[in-house]
């Protein structure tokens, strides 16, 4: 039988600063191991933290974009245990103040999988939070056999915990919850939200139960998870797991698991049982924030958030829902689209060819809009071209190639060695007049109403061109002659 399924994320995400969140060692990824060092994020005895003021900025900041409020002050914890890849043995966190309190994240539409928009079940939802803390990462470690290496260039950099309400019910709204999530915390500059380096990290709750009026299921906790894709097969997995056994009356245990990627499977790692008691005390290293002279600091700093930008998109620039939400989806693209508009063309035509031309490109090739070759004032010149009827959006898409190879070319220059140029009217219309002379069975056909070969004339035109003219104007100019 089908069950009601509660998921609740935990998300890790490292804040993008140039410093650690307690000392000057700067933060890194890739580089040589353990060079990014110091007897602060060593844990050596007698060493002191001091606070990064822009990971706290930026966690305010998040918090602002999601709609959280802020505790009037915010304080310091430390969260004991010991690990090889925590050498202080306690890691310095947030417990009872964090700094970001409720909030919730929309699911906008086009962060579904692509294979679900169509199955939205709940559409415009958003996923409340409970809090947004900070705090440090730990060191890095990879196991070999049975040794161990550890990389402190990671421990100590700023690390947001960003932790949902229980108010996602299925594996493809934990997947919106999470892109969406990327975006806006790119959106705001806050994170580089890259999966693949490790700078979003994601716990997931799940639990199942039969009715609405049953209480919770015991909670089973997902671990490593490192994709947005993973994610979502291994909440399936859970899913399909946990209905089997309830099926068959097997009582479900309060469990940590971790996926395995490769099996695509859960296994268990531990029950309650072996939970830690972490003993959080208030760290007397470090003072209370008071956070009212940060949060007037940061107000001014929030962007626009994705679904707003798609608003005025949509408003200003006359494109669709869609397009609208693919273009601010990437706070990048948004910049290169807007930098393309000009006032002569219309929004929707520009959408149009980023979205299907150059994104297309882009995507082909792997590279990011923000190492686009062409600039979007090339690009402007090019639909200029278009708009002004030198160019049919074929021969565009043409000279766009040659563009995307030779990006310090001019469009109009590229158009020109292309043969794409704009009759002046009076060589079009000899050249329009010549057709027609020359071809009277089919121009009775057309003026009987056969409109199909208008197109057979337009070719005859194209053909006789000494250069390429735009083939609507054409077109155009036998109709109005013909019809
Ligand atoms: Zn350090």
Redesign the pocket.
Known sequence: MSYLVTIGLEVHCQVKTNT?MF???ETSFGDTPNT???P???GLPGALPVLNQEAIEKTILAGMMIECTNPEISKWDRKNYFYPDMPKNYQTTQMDLPLCIGGAVPLYEHCYPSDHRKNIQTPDKKVRLNRIHLEEDVAKSTHLGSSSLIDFNRA?TPLMEIVSEPDIESAEEAFAYLRSLQMILQQGGISDADMEKGQLRCDVNISLRKEESDPLGPKVELKNLNSISAIRRAIHFEIERQSEDMDRHVPQIQSTRRWDDARGETQLMRTKEDAHDYRYFTCPDLLPIRTAPLVEKVRKLVPELPHQLAERFERDFGVTRYDAEVLSSDRDLAIYFEAAIDKAIPGKKVANFIINNLLGKLNEQGIAIADCPVKAEKLRSLLALVEDGTLSSNQASEVFAVLYESPDKEPAAIADSLGFKKADAGELEALVDAAIANNPKEVDAVKAGNEKLLNFLTGQVMRNAPTKPNPKRVTELLRSKLL
């Open positions: 650690k000392c000057a060692c990014h060092t110091c602060v994020c060593l100590g």
